[in-house]
T-cell receptor
Framework: QKEVEQNSGPLSVPEGAIASLNCTYS??????FFWYRQYSGKSPELIMS??SNGDKEDGRFTAQLNKASQYVSLLIRDSQPSDSATYLC????????????WGAGTKLIIKP | DAGVTQSPTHLIKTRGQHVTLRCSPI?????VSWYQQVLGQGPQFIFQ???????GRGNFPDRFSARQFPNYSSELNVNALLLGDSALYLC???????????FGSGTRLTVV
């Protein structure tokens, strides 16, 4: 069974520091990788997508993909209290008929 | 440009009843997926439709069904509701099957 694993947390980070969120996946054929942010009671919101090995930066967010080691990470620089949310990792593969396979999410708390 | 719209936003049903949830994708998006999310878990895949054809079905009973219309909007139907069907139901649309998904605000279903 294809799986996506995340540490459930909570991960507590001081305001202004770097938050590092990690995700591992089991299917080597995975092709698309996404990070979503979800506030309590709200729907997931896309933060970053990454399709090839390496780093992808967008503002304070950097996604890192390492297909050989089967992990994807999200770095949040200069963390703000508004970044406090659950971060969901999702993986897409042709073998799974393009279904997004989701991790359970990591709860991030930014302490003022 | 309107995002993904779902209706209704909240719904209370009695066990054994039937429910229909509706979703309108972002204009130009041809792929629609449905997810169920219970508190503390990542979204669970229910159905995916692409170009009006079912392209994927998750591990849900036959009480769950869906369809996609010529205008790419979609309906999720659940028959013979159980208490365990209480959850946030999310619809997401995408340009295609390997692209990122944009979520609607969800329908909160409570079965009593």
């Amino acid at each position: 069974q294809k799986e996506v694993e995340q540490n459930s947390g909570p991960l507590s980070v001081p305001e202004g520091a770097i938050a590092s969120l990690n995700c591992t996946y089991s299917d080597r054929g995975s092709q698309s990788f996404f990070w979503y942010r979800q506030y309590s009671g709200k729907s997931p919101e896309l933060i970053m997508s990454i399709y090839s090995n390496g780093d992808k930066e967008d503002g304070r967010f950097t996604a890192q993909l390492n297909k050989a080691s089967q992990y994807v990470s999200l770095l949040i620089r200069d963390s703000q209290p508004s970044d406090s949310a659950t971060y969901l990792c999702a993986v897409n593969t042709e073998d799974s008929n393009y279904q997004l396979i989701w991790g359970a999410g990591t709860k991030l708390i930014i302490k003022p | 440009d309107a995002g993904v719209t779902q209706s209704p936003t909240h719904l209370i049903k009695t066990r054994g009843q039937h429910v229909t949830l509706r979703c309108s994708p972002i204009s130009g998006h041809k792929s629609v997926s449905w997810y169920q999310q219970v508190l503390g878990q990542g979204p669970q895949f229910i159905f995916q439709y692409y170009e009006k054809e079912e392209r994927g079905r998750g591990n849900f009973p036959d009480r769950f069904s869906a369809r996609q219309f010529p205008n790419y909007s979609s309906e999720l139907n659940v028959n013979a509701l159980l208490l365990g069907d209480s959850a946030l139901y999310l619809c997401a649309s995408s340009l295609g099957q390997l692209y990122s998904y944009t979520f609607g605000s969800g329908t909160r279903l409570t079965v009593v």
